[in-house]
């Protein structure tokens, strides 16, 4: 019933920026966590940002400083706003979103970064 649409991604330079977008329709849930994925070809999915219902947040150290993860809980709505993007940033983002019955995963977005 829960449909995730994501957005943002793309094509960047290196040291460019990027802005996220995963929103939820048909929801008739609380969503508690939100978090964001990352997968490169050839390795597993890597939990980047979570921020729980509360607005507190924790980052893979390979992206702290430099990511920020929001969320609107209003428009059931997370962000991840990428700054200083390098070339290892590039794969594919994916949203999570947790609720009493479990989470329900975004389709994923394409990120590239050249050098």
């Known amino acids: 019933q829960v449909q995730l649409a994501e957005s943002g991604g793309g094509l960047v330079q290196a040291g460019g920026s990027l802005r996220l977008s995963c929103a939820a329709s048909?929801?008739?849930?609380?969503?508690?966590?939100m978090a964001w994925y990352r997968q490169a070809p050839g390795k597993q999915r890597e939990l980047l940002a979570n921020?729980?219902?509360?607005?507190?947040?924790d980052y893979a150290d390979s992206v702290k400083g430099r990511f920020t993860i929001s969320r609107d809980n209003a428009k059931n709505t997370v962000y991840l706003q990428m700054n200083s993007l390098k070339p290892e940033d590039t794969g594919v983002y994916y949203c999570n979103l947790r609720t009493i019955i479990g989470g329900f995963w975004g389709q994923g977005t394409q990120v590239t970064v050249s050098s």
């Open positions: 921020i729980t219902r509360g607005g507190n947040s």
């Open positions: 048909g929801n008739i849930f609380r969503f508690n966590d």
